[in-house]
């Protein structure tokens, strides 16, 4: 499975940005679409999950209420869709997913964690300025 993000930039506090990523090869092995973003100098954040059924979708503590997962099955991609962008959200968002039969259930606890994903694309930049 390979992925690729893209949608980075520069914005300004309180714009928003849309993020993509682009899942190719055997992506009916994966059941699980996530982003995390890491900024520097800090670890690894857990921003959203989905499946790509759909039906579940888990956010991170700072991100939920104003971030928007979802997937477009036929064109096998995720989006994540950020309003109101502070600073803080600056950082580089990756995709990553995880392996297993579609219909799989995550639990909420698991989808957080970085460990959990098998497959990690390139990341993109998204730089907020105050």
């Known amino acids: 499975v390979q992925l690729q993000a893209s949608g980075g930039g520069v914005v300004q506090a309180g714009e928003s940005l849309r993020l993509a990523c682009l899942a190719s090869?055997?992506?009916?092995?994966?059941?699980?679409m996530g982003w995390f973003r890491q900024a520097p100098g800090k670890e690894r954040e857990f921003v959203a999950a989905?499946?790509?059924?759909?039906?579940?979708?888990y956010y991170g503590d700072s991100t939920k209420g104003r971030f928007t997962i979802s997937t477009d099955n036929a064109k096998n991609m995720v989006y994540l869709q950020m309003n109101n962008l502070g600073p803080d959200d600056t950082a580089v968002y990756s995709c990553?997913?995880?392996?297993?039969?579609?219909?799989?259930?995550?639990?909420?606890?698991?989808?957080?964690?970085?460990?959990?994903?098998?497959?990690w694309g390139p990341g993109t930049q998204v730089t907020v300025s105050s």
């Open positions: 090869g055997r992506t009916f092995n994966t059941y699980l």
């Open positions: 989905i499946t790509w059924s759909a039906q579940s979708t």
């Open positions: 990553a997913a995880r392996s297993g039969p579609r219909g799989t259930i995550a639990t909420s606890v698991a989808t957080r964690t970085h460990h959990f994903y098998d497959y």
